[in-house]
C-alpha cells in the first residue's frame, strides 16, 4: 500500500489540521487568481469542499488528513503546469469517486460532464492492472497512457 492510499479512521482533523488544509487550498486559490485564467472561483471553492467532505475522516498511512493529497495535485496543476478551473477542481476531486462513496454521476451533475470526464479517466488508470512479464508491463503502461490522452491530456498530466 503506498502512501497516497487512503486509510479511514475515526479520527477527525484538529483545529490546527483544520488551519493546515485551510491555507493549503488558499495558497491554491490565490495562485489561481494569479493567473490569466478566468476566474471561476466559485467551482473551484465547490470542488474543495465537496473533496474535503467526502474524504472526511480519511487518513494517508503518514497519518495526515488525506485531502492534503488532492490540494498538493491541484496546486501543481495550477502553479506548476498553469492549468484552470476545470483541471483544479478535476485534481482536488481526482479520488472521489475511487476511494469513497461518490458516484461519476454525482459529480457529472455537480461539475459537469468535462470535470467528470477527467476524474473518470484517472480514476481508470489507477484501476488497470499490470503483467508480471516487464515488457508486457511497458507497453500496457504506454496503452493506458494513449487511451487516457484520447480522451483528454489532462487524465495524465493529473495523474
Do not use: W
Not at 478551473?85 to 459529480?107: F, G, N, Q, R, W
Amino acid at each position: 500500500m503506498s502512501d497516497s492510499t487512503p486509510i479511514p479512521q475515526p479520527l477527525l482533523t484538529t483545529p490546527e489540521e483544520d488551519r493546515q488544509i485551510e491555507a493549503a487550498f488558499q495558497d491554491v486559490l490565490d495562485g489561481y487568481l494569479r493567473s490569466n485564467h478566468r476566474k471561476k472561483v466559485e467551482i473551484v471553492e465547490r470542488a474543495f469542499r465537496f473533496a474535503r467532505e467526502a474524504h472526511k475522516g480519511i487518513r494517508r498511512r503518514s497519518g495526515e488528513p488525506y485531502i492534503l493529497h488532492p490540494i498538493a495535485v491541484a496546486r501543481i496543476a495550477s502553479r506548476e503546469i498553469g492549468l484552470g478551473s476545470t483541471s483544479i477542481c478535476a485534481a482536488l476531486l481526482h479520488d472521489v469517486v475511487e476511494d469513497t462513496v461518490m458516484t461519476e454521476e454525482e459529480l457529472t451533475e455537480e461539475f459537469g460532464p468535462e470535470v467528470s470526464l477527467i476524474v473518470s479517466g484517472v480514476t481508470k488508470l489507477a484501476q488497470l492492472k499490470y503483467s508480471a512479464d516487464k515488457v508486457e508491463e511497458q507497453a500496457e503502461n504506454l496503452r493506458k497512457m494513449f487511451l487516457a490522452m484520447a480522451k483528454d491530456i489532462r487524465v495524465i498530466i493529473i495523474k
